[in-house]
T-cell receptor
Framework: EDQVTQSPEALRLQEGESSSLNCSYT??????LFWYRQDPGKGPEFLFT???AGEEKEKERLKATLTKKESFLHITAPKPEDSATYLC???????????FGKGTKLTVNP | IAGITQAPTSQILAAGRRMTLRCTQD?????MYWYRQDLGLGLRLIHY???????GKGEVPDGYSVSRANTDDFPLTLASAVPSQTSVYFC?????????????FGNGTRLTVT
């Protein structure tokens, strides 16, 4: 069965302490990988789409990268406002289903 | 501001009661979706609609029904609520085929079934 696994489940950083979140997937025939940010009490907000291995996209302090088996969301010099749960998702091969990971809850302390 | 509006924001419902969660979008997106989000399980697709007049079943459709009479509205109905349907429900839309277009989510309905 196609799966999406995110790690770590939770991550605490000090302001300015860079790190990376991981999203590994086992879907066959990847047709795109999506990253979302979710704040408490809100719906997920779209960040990036990556379509092919080697692709990179950036937005402010965030950079998403993609390999054939996983994606990383790099956070450079994070600020407290970057605290949120970050979700990744991939379309399941051969179906209408978008498979979401369980997310990484990021907390950035001032 | 363009986006997705969900109502109600939260609801406490007695088991066995019927409930319709409302979802309206003003982006003229073709595709719409209903997800439920549960702690430890993540987001799971309940039903979807690729275009007005069509609907399809997702991963966890049992106990839920949807309709898509027009482009903007996509209500989700619980015919007879059960406690296991306690969850946060998110409506989403996408401009085209979900596999190529990002989803835009509403802010959810928190439903408690007692």
């Amino acid at each position: 069965e196609d799966q999406v696994t995110q790690s770590p489940e939770a991550l605490r950083l000090q302001e300015g302490e860079s790190s990376s979140l991981n999203c590994s997937y086992t879907v066959s025939g990847l047709r795109g990988l999506f990253w979302y940010r979710q704040d408490p009490g809100k719906g997920p907000e779209f960040l990036f789409t990556l379509y092919s291995a080697g692709e990179e996209k950036e937005k402010e302090r965030l950079k998403a990268t993609l390999t054939k088996k996983e994606s990383f969301l790099h956070i450079t010099a994070p600020k407290p406002e970057d605290s949120a749960t970050y979700l990744c998702a991939v379309p399941q091969g051969g179906s209408e289903k978008l498979v979401f990971g369980k997310g990484t809850k990021l907390t950035v302390n001032p | 501001i363009a986006g997705i509006t969900q109502a109600p924001t939260s609801q406490i419902l007695a088991a066995g009661r019927r409930m319709t969660l409302r979802c309206t979008q003003d982006m003229r997106h073709n595709a719409m979706y209903w997800y439920r989000q549960d702690l430890g399980l993540g987001l799971r697709l309940i039903h979807y609609s690729n275009t007005a007049g069509t609907t399809g079943k997702g991963e966890v459709p049992d106990g839920y029904s949807v309709s898509r009479a027009n482009t903007d509205d996509f209500p989700l109905t619980l015919a007879s609520a059960v406690p296991s349907q306690t969850s946060v429900y998110f409506c989403a839309s996408s401009e085209g085929d979900r596999l190529n277009s990002p989803l835009h989510f509403g802010n959810g309905t928190r439903l408690t079934v007692t």
